[in-house]
């Protein structure tokens, strides 16, 4: 089973920085599309940004020009890069993650979530 770390949240001031990372544990497994989601509090969980095997990405409205979301392949691990941040841009983000296991089996996994706070 394939499990992600994810790193990086914390408290930021507006006009602020954050690098999200999370790497896959398994090298064995064919990774397909990584992304991440948030999760407001008392909202529901959103597609922030998301970036395919081959490197095509999608964003988010609210967050294009500000995040950027890539890979390394070789370390199996996504990051997202937020700049600009706004105290809406507070929540708990999650790394999702698609694979195929040595044996064929199509996966989707998602991470513990960390916590992104954005305020003076």
């Known amino acids: 089973q394939v499990q992600l770390v994810e790193s990086g949240g914390g408290l930021v001031q507006p006009g602020g920085s954050l690098r999200l990372s999370c790497a896959a544990s398994?090298?064995?497994?064919?990774?397909?599309?990584m992304a991440w989601y948030r999760q407001p509090p008392e909202k529901q969980r959103e597609l922030v940004a998301a970036?395919?095997?081959?490197?095509?990405?999608n964003y988010a409205d609210s967050v294009k020009e500000r995040f950027t979301i890539s890979r390394d392949n070789a370390r199996n691990t996504v990051y997202l890069e937020m700049n600009n941040l706004k105290p809406e841009d507070t929540a708990v983000y999650y790394c999702?993650?698609?694979?195929?296991?040595?044996?064929?089996?199509?996966?989707?996994?998602w991470g513990q979530g960390t916590l992104v706070t954005v305020s003076s």
């Open positions: 398994e090298s064995d497994f064919s990774i397909y599309d």
């Open positions: 999702y993650v698609s694979a195929l296991t040595p044996s064929y089996r199509y996966l989707e996994v």
């Open positions: 970036i395919s095997s081959g490197g095509d990405t």
